[in-house]
């Protein structure tokens, strides 16, 4: 099982990023799993933003990102995207995705997202 994020990197103040995570070696279909984006800054606990449910697709967000974060899939490229906007220095963290179909999760290495005032 293999999870890939990529797409950060350094922004400024207001700009946008689209990170992406491609998965592979499931045992079950990419559509079954509950995708999530976590991010984690320095000193900092572990941080959910925003959950994709399975099937149907519904969304939650986190209120420190609501209306700026957007989570969407493509099952039929087993990828879950974040759609970062309006972004701010307290956005700097490192960013991973994770699956989840139970009783499993599965955890992405994190891509560094770096938003300069």
């Known amino acids: 099982v293999q999870l890939v994020e990529s797409g950060g990197g350094l922004v400024q103040a207001g700009g946008s990023l689209r990170l992406s995570c491609v998965v592979s070696g499931f045992p079950f279909t990419f559509s079954s799993y509950v995708m999530s984006w976590y991010r984690q800054a320095p000193g900092k606990e572990r941080e959910l933003l925003a959950t994709i449910f399975s099937e149907g697709g519904g969304t939650n967000y986190a209120d420190s990102v609501k209306g700026r974060f957007t989570i969407s899939r493509d099952n039929a490229k087993n990828t879950v995207y974040l759609e970062m906007n309006s972004l701010k220095p307290e956005d700097t963290a490192v960013y991973y995705c994770?699956?989840?179909?139970?009783?499993?999760?599965?955890w992405g290495q994190g891509t560094q997202v770096t938003v300069s005032s």
């Open positions: 994770k699956a989840r179909r139970w009783p499993i999760n599965y």
